[in-house]
């Protein structure tokens, strides 16, 4: 390993730490969204070794948001590639280590694929931006499937290139088929936005490459399908047709597309209220992305001039454009958590923005120390220019520390200010946090289990603070309904004539009723 590996590995180890800290310290290890709420109820059963379940008694009652039943069956309406990994993490105890340890490996990749495309300057560069960038570290400690999809997308495309560009034999192909399928069972749509530029080129493989190139594009093409396909056999398992989207069962109008029926709006989904979502997501993203408010972007247009020879850097650059353009056809914006279904594609920005930086700090042609691309060195990778002002020594000499003071100045202000507040601002999140459920760890609560507990509440995030207590089958020591009904009480005696029935109220944490509370 070279010294810019090691640097490297310190920064995914950092990554790890880092995104770890955010899933103790700001999401107190649980979930907030009702994604990651359905997420972790999946994980939960495939753990168990089961991917459906019969429905429960009362199922309205016993809700677990996105997760659906239909025809007696019990299932969340996610893809199974994301909750049989976070599975993995359930059953070994580390569910909560598992978007953190992703977070390393993306890190690291983002780096390998930095230093194939564009040396290693490049690949150190993107490597620590991504490691602060506040985009990358809050959905690095959730529990959301995008770490994956993220980590999934740079082995796709640095498989790719080994396959395709470099010529480096079946391996490459295979392994990066298996991704790309893999991809397909977790986040579908985004696994198709992201290899469509792929598609492009390989389709130009096809018609104008070399034999054993068409063939690999082939491979690839054929893997990723057969194992994508897995998705239509998960879906006929659960639902009993391989084509009925479980999305839905759950809002019917949650599907791709425009026009009446999609989304909420009565007129159906339109390209002015994609256009709404997507420079809503921009506004986002140019703050989110390295925490520089408002000109997170500053440096990519550098780094599109300093690749403009580089025909891998501008085609792996325009991952990011593709999910903008496919997520077009989503009725719905993500900004949460900043605009999280580009995430996947979060290394175009980081790697273009490196490259500008590089640029301008005149450290492209001594960057080449690590793989070649095609055989070319460094200077070609970088687009055969080291940045301005080559002709004057004198800017040539203080132009790398100017630009090393300014980017540092510009994470510094980040990690003191706009990172702190950013999480802060998740803390929380939704009312939800550990202490909702203190008052079920009480040796006074202990003493009622087993117990069914009805939460007398209006918003779901006050009963979906509570699910974490409990399993998708109903055998943990407290379990939980949402809402009250008439003679709801007595059915569930009848029900569970093992277990107490108490009236729970989130106003009054600390006290258990066994009948409804008396009105004041």
Same mark, same amino acid.
């Given at each position: 390993?070279?010294?810019?590996?090691?640097?490297?590995?310190?920064?995914?180890?950092?990554?790890?730490?880092?995104?770890?800290?955010?899933?103790?310290?700001?999401? +107190?290890?649980?979930?907030?969204?009702?994604? +990651?709420?359905?997420?972790?109820?999946?994980?939960?059963?495939?753990?168990?070794?089961?991917?459906?379940?019969?429905?429960?008694?009362?199922?309205?009652?016993?809700?677990?948001?996105?997760?659906?039943?239909?025809?007696?069956?019990?299932?969340?309406?996610?893809?199974? *590639?994301?909750?049989?990994?976070?599975?993995?993490?359930?059953?070994?105890?580390?569910?909560?280590?598992?978007?953190?340890?992703?977070?390393?490996?993306?890190?690291?990749?983002?780096?390998?694929?930095?230093?194939?495309?564009?040396?290693?300057?490049?690949?150190?560069?993107?490597?620590?931006?991504?490691?602060?960038?506040?985009?990358?570290?809050? $959905?690095?400690?959730?529990?959301?499937?995008?770490?994956?999809?993220?980590?999934?997308?740079?082995?796709?495309?640095?498989?790719?290139?080994?396959?395709? *560009?470099?010529?480096?034999?079946?391996?490459?192909?295979?392994?990066?088929?298996?991704?790309?399928?893999?991809?397909?069972?977790?986040?579908?749509?985004?696994?198709?936005?992201?290899?469509?530029?792929?598609?492009?080129?390989?389709?130009?493989?096809?018609?104008?490459?070399?034999?054993?190139?068409?063939?690999?594009?082939?491979?690839? *093409?054929?893997?990723?399908?057969?194992?994508?396909?897995?998705?239509?056999?998960?879906?006929?398992?659960?639902?009993?047709?391989?084509?009925?989207?479980?999305?839905?069962?759950?809002?019917?109008?949650?599907?791709?597309?425009?026009?009446?029926?999609? =989304?909420?709006?009565?007129?159906?989904?339109?390209?002015?209220?994609?256009?709404? $979502?997507?420079?809503?997501?921009?506004?986002?993203?140019?703050?989110?992305?390295?925490?520089?408010?408002?000109?997170?972007?500053?440096?990519?247009?550098? =780094?599109?001039?300093?690749?403009?020879? $580089?025909?891998?850097?501008?085609?792996?650059?325009?991952?990011?454009?593709?999910?903008?353009?496919?997520?077009?056809?989503?009725?719905?914006?993500?900004?949460?958590?900043?605009?999280?279904?580009?995430?996947?594609?979060?290394?175009?920005?980081?790697?273009?923005?490196?490259?500008?930086?590089?640029?301008?700090?005149?450290?492209?042609?001594?960057?080449?120390?690590? +793989?070649?691309?095609?055989?070319?060195?460094?200077?070609?990778?970088?687009?055969?220019?080291?940045?301005?002002?080559?002709?004057?020594?004198?800017?040539?000499?203080?132009?790398?520390?100017?630009?090393?003071?300014?980017?540092?100045?510009?994470?510094?202000?980040?990690?003191?200010?706009?990172?702190?507040?950013?999480? $802060?601002?998740?803390?929380?999140?939704?009312?939800?946090?550990?202490?909702?459920?203190?008052?079920?760890?009480?040796?006074?609560?202990?003493?009622?289990?087993?117990?069914?507990?009805?939460?007398?509440?209006?918003?779901?995030?006050?009963?979906?603070?509570?699910?974490?207590?409990?399993?998708?089958?109903?055998?943990?020591?407290?379990?939980?309904?949402?809402?009250?009904?008439?003679?709801?009480?007595?059915?569930?005696?009848?029900?569970?004539?093992?277990? *107490?029935?108490?009236?729970?109220?989130?106003?009054?944490?600390?006290?258990?009723?066994?009948?409804?509370?008396?009105?004041?």
């Amino acid at each position: 390993m070279s010294r810019s590996d090691w640097i490297a590995l310190f920064l995914s180890f950092l990554a790890i730490l880092a995104a770890y800290l955010v899933a103790d310290r700001v999401f +107190e290890r649980m979930p907030h969204l009702e994604d +990651e709420i359905a997420y972790v109820w999946q994980a939960r059963l495939t753990a168990a070794g089961q991917v459906t379940m019969d429905t429960p008694p009362l199922a309205k009652k016993f809700l677990i948001p996105f997760v659906v039943d239909y025809q007696g069956k019990r299932f969340g309406k996610y893809p199974l *590639g994301w909750p049989v990994l976070l599975g993995v993490g359930v059953k070994l105890g580390v569910r909560d280590w598992v978007n953190p340890l992703l977070a390393g490996l993306a890190v690291w990749l983002t780096y390998r694929l930095g230093q194939k495309l564009m040396g290693e300057a490049v690949g150190l560069l993107a490597a620590g931006l991504t490691l602060v960038s506040p985009f990358f570290l809050v $959905n690095s400690g959730s529990l959301l499937a995008h770490p994956f999809g993220l980590v999934l997308s740079l082995a796709f495309v640095i498989a790719w290139w080994d396959a395709v *560009g470099e010529g480096r034999g079946w391996l490459a192909a295979v392994t990066a088929g298996l991704v790309l399928g893999v991809w397909g069972l977790a986040r579908p749509f985004s696994a198709l936005a992201v290899a469509f530029p792929f598609g492009v080129c390989g389709v130009y493989v096809l018609v104008r490459g070399p034999a054993a190139a068409r063939a690999r594009v082939l491979l690839i *093409g054929g893997i990723a399908l057969l194992v994508a396909g897995l998705h239509f056999v998960w879906q006929y398992a659960a639902t009993g047709d391989a084509w009925l989207n479980p999305y839905t069962l759950w809002w019917p109008y949650d599907r791709i597309g425009f026009g009446p029926g999609v =989304g909420v709006t009565e007129g159906g989904h339109n390209l002015r209220l994609a256009w709404i $979502n997507t420079r809503h997501s921009l506004r986002v993203g140019a703050s989110d992305l390295f925490g520089w408010p408002g000109i997170s972007w500053i440096f990519l247009p550098f =780094g599109v001039w300093a690749a403009r020879r $580089n025909g891998r850097m501008l085609l792996t650059g325009s991952v990011v454009v593709s999910l903008l353009v496919f997520y077009l056809a989503y009725w719905i914006g993500a900004w949460l958590f900043g605009p999280r279904y580009q995430f996947e594609g979060l290394y175009s920005l980081t790697l273009l923005s490196a490259a500008g930086i590089a640029w301008l700090g005149g450290w492209l042609p001594g960057a080449g120390q690590g +793989e070649r691309a095609g055989g070319r060195g460094a200077e070609a990778r970088a687009g055969g220019a080291s940045g301005p002002g080559n002709g004057d020594p004198a800017r040539s000499r203080f132009r790398p520390l100017g630009v090393a003071a300014l980017v540092a100045l510009l994470i510094a202000l980040n990690l003191v200010f706009y990172l702190p507040q950013r999480l $802060n601002f998740m803390y929380g999140l939704y009312g939800i946090s550990r202490a909702r459920m203190a008052p079920f760890e009480t040796p006074e609560a202990q003493a009622l289990t087993p117990a069914v507990i009805i939460v007398h509440a209006d918003r779901w995030m006050d009963y979906g603070a509570l699910l974490e207590l409990e399993d998708p089958f109903l055998t943990t020591p407290f379990i939980f309904t949402f809402g009250d009904q008439p003679g709801l009480a007595q059915v569930l005696r009848q029900l569970y004539p093992e277990r *107490g029935v108490y009236h729970y109220y989130p106003d009054e944490p600390y006290r258990f009723y066994t009948g409804e509370r008396p009105l004041e």
